[in-house]
């Protein structure tokens, strides 16, 4: 299995700051990487897949970057309804792997 | 509108068997894999596996295989997990979830059902 890494598990931040959570992938994925926001007792949303297209939805703060093994989610000015967890997912092979989940908290 | 809509709670006892449901509309339910999803209680999310209604290919994660078996049904455009034996470590919320793209196995999730929690007392 692929195994992803995402770091930080968790960061606090205010409204306006630039945040940059980084997934690695234990062997290149090329560019079959997702991310997920997932707010407490919904399910998941897709915001970027194949690393940095944005799903319709989502506003223009976010940006996904990368190929091969590293990858990263930047938010540029965060905003309130911004504070989630988010996740990376690998779609190039099954098992479909999930990183561990980065909270994003309110400073 | 795509619609997942999964069915309700359950409480059973380990040992019990168990089939939770992925009622689907709005799309080709033939021509668009499914996923499931777990996630134990304040935790991340878990790929299951994921099966193509089309010709029911079915791929499992280790982690799952022999524990659980996904299926789905066309005539009734519904996918489901079940269970025959539950243990206390299945407790969780399982989200059933359609890809992207038709007949993709490479793409994205991009709808889901809203979860059905599984609790399993021992």
């Known amino acids: 299995d692929i195994q992803m890494t995402q770091s930080p598990s968790s960061l606090s931040a205010s409204v306006g700051d630039r945040v940059t959570i980084t997934c690695r992938a234990s062997q290149t994925i090329n560019d079959y990487l997702n991310w997920y926001q997932q707010k407490p007792g919904k399910a998941p949303n897709l915001l970027i897949y194949a690393a940095s297209s944005l799903q319709s939805w989502v506003p223009s703060r976010f940006s996904g970057n990368g190929s091969g093994t590293d990858f990263t989610l930047t938010i540029t000015s965060l905003q309130p309804e911004d504070f989630a967890t988010y996740y990376c997912q690998q779609s190039y092979n099954t098992p479909q792997t999930f990183g561990q989940g980065t909270k994003v908290e309110i400073k | 509108e795509v619609q997942l809509v999964q069915s309700g709670a359950e409480v059973r006892k380990a040992g019990e068997t168990l089939k939770i449901s992925c009622k689907t509309s709005?799309?080709?339910?033939?021509?668009?894999?499914i996923a499931w999803v777990r996630q134990m209680p304040g935790k991340g999310l878990e790929w299951m596996g994921i099966?193509?209604?089309?010709?029911?290919?079915?791929r499992y994660s280790p982690s799952f295989q022999g524990h659980v078996t996904i299926s789905a049904d066309k005539s009734i455009n519904t996918a489901y997990v079940q269970w025959s034996s539950l243990k206390a470590s299945d407790t969780a919320t399982y989200y059933c979830?359609?890809?992207?793209?038709?007949?993709?196995?490479?793409?994205?999730?991009?709808?889901w059902g809203q979860g059905t929690l599984v609790t399993v007392t021992s």
């Open positions: 979830a359609r890809a992207r793209e038709p007949g993709s196995l490479t793409g994205p999730i991009s709808n």
């Open positions: 099966i193509y209604p089309g010709d029911f290919d079915t």
């Open positions: 709005g799309y080709s339910f033939n021509t668009y894999w």
